[in-house]
């Protein structure tokens, strides 16, 4: 079974400056999305930036980038130019893409993210 | 954008009692989930549903669980007997396909006292 490890439980960073939040996972299978989702105190579950295992090329959303890294089974998420409004826990995730019927998400423990004024 | 839609947001029910949680998935979205948060702990994988009937389920998805979509919009999670330790926070969530992300909703916090 595929298995999400994050082995950071809380982070901080200081406004406008940058994070990373490691991640890293299990699988045997070599065809699966990796996603992060951010959880604000209001508890939504809120997709933040996905990547598919056969592209080789890191994906990118605004401040929000990723480092995948397949050989290694490690998918780190970097944060430039922190916000106040980044804080709250990240979960990282995997999802098989093989042809099985639903392909339920996997999720890791989480890290909590404090930003600091 | 398309929202997933969950209700009640807070539920407070009575040890023993049965409670129906209730979703609306994004109307072009065929595939659908149920995933329990526990205060504090990862969110875990409850059931899986597609073409009207479940495609897959965790070990947590015992007999006291069970899921229906009665009228092809809603999607509902019925939780019998409940107990002190199925206090959580329980999220929805929709995909159009097996593959990608998936839209959560906003979530139910169940409480049992």
């Known amino acids: 079974a595929q298995t999400v490890t994050q082995s950071q439980p809380e982070m901080s960073v200081q406004e406008a400056e940058t994070v990373t939040l490691s991640c890293t996972y299990d699988?045997?299978?070599?065809?699966?999305?990796l996603f992060w989702y951010k959880q604000p105190p209001s508890r939504q579950m809120i997709l933040v930036i996905r990547?598919?295992?056969?592209?080789?090329q890191n994906a990118t959303e605004n401040r929000f980038s990723v480092n995948f890294q397949k050989a290694a089974k490690s998918f780190s998420l970097k944060i430039s130019d922190s916000q106040l409004g980044d804080a709250a826990m990240y979960f990282c995730?995997?999802?098989?893409?093989?042809?099985?019927?639903?392909?339920?998400?996997?999720f890791g423990a989480g890290t909590r993210l404090t930003v600091k004024p | 954008e398309p929202e997933v839609t969950q209700t009640p947001s807070h539920q407070v029910t009575q040890m023993g009692q049965e409670v129906i949680l209730r979703c609306v998935p994004i109307?072009?979205?065929?595939?659908f989930y149920w995933y329990r948060q526990i205060l504090g702990q990862k969110v875990e994988f409850l059931v899986s549903?597609?073409?009207?009937?479940?495609?897959?389920k965790s070990e947590i998805f015992d007999d006291q669980f069970s899921v229906e979509r009665p009228d092809g919009s809603n999607f509902t999670l019925k939780i019998r007997s409940t107990k002190l330790e199925d206090s959580a926070m329980y999220f929805c969530?929709?995909?159009?396909?097996?593959?990608?992300?998936?839209?959560f909703g906003s979530g139910t916090r169940l409480t049992v006292v």
């Open positions: 969530a929709s995909s159009e396909s097996p593959r990608g992300g998936y839209t």
């Open positions: 699988t045997s299978e070599s065809d699966y999305y």
């Open positions: 990547q598919e295992a056969y592209k080789q």
């Open positions: 995730a995997y999802r098989s893409a093989l042809p099985h019927n639903n392909n339920d998400m996997r």
């Open positions: 109307s072009n979205h065929l595939y």
């Open positions: 549903f597609y073409n009207n009937e479940i495609s897959e």
